[in-house]
């Protein structure tokens, strides 16, 4: 395991924490104590309708009840309710930037494809749209960028990506498996594909420790970093999920799953990272 890397914890504030969280969390802070690392704390509210203010709160009060320390910023900070570095929502300008440095390598593109036409396009075709594009051929339509209700697509382009996974080998894999990455959701929301590559570049991550849901999204995210101008890609760390019973993985609307219960009936913060940590290890 290489040493001093600085990796991050970066929950969205749509839910409370659940364990799926913690075990991320217990993983991300034992590999950057063990290596001589550290663990910057990000708050993801790139979506502004899902995102609350109280749900940041609870994050933090959960974070601190866990014993999770983050090295950058302190939780003191993100609590002072000011603008911070570490909240996309007081970030616009960063990922403004990023557009505009997209628009000089890469075709920025505003698409009106909706998930109904990409499932005619599915079930037209036998099988899901793949590679660069969209079904609708957004990207010659020349679509008004600040017309309601658009998505804004970026053409990465065609190739594979490498990158190091600390737990999965050297990879690889295309970065418009799923067609051109949406940057920009209909809302007018910044979209997390977007946000979490800025702001590992701006934050200078080089350790990206989390679940092995997000295998298939790194090709994509490691293109995007190099049109950004990064020339070497941060190491990843996917680890296996916690999954429900009927394998399904877990997810913020699994209320038994949550953390507050546990801790209230009586079980240490340390006993609740140990479990964590030790329900992936057995996954
Ligand atoms: N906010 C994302 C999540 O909670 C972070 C994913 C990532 O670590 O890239 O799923």
Redesign the pocket.
Known sequence: MPRGLRT?F???PTGFLHLG?VANAAVTWRVARATGGSVVLRI?DHDRQRCRPVLETALLDDIEALGFVPDEPTLGSLRAGGPSAYRQSDNGASYETAVVLLDRVAAVYACDCSRTTFARWAAGHGHAWSGPGCPGGCATRRLDREARGVTWRVALGDGEEPWTDLVLGERAGTPSAGGDLPIRDRHGNWT?ALC?VVDDLRHEIDL????ED?VE?TPAQVRLARLLGRVTPPRFLHHPLIRRPDGRKLSKADGATGIREPLAAGTSPSDLRRLAAEAIASA
């Open positions: 991050r970066a929950p969205a969280h993801e997390y979490v990206v420790i989390r679940g997000l999204a």
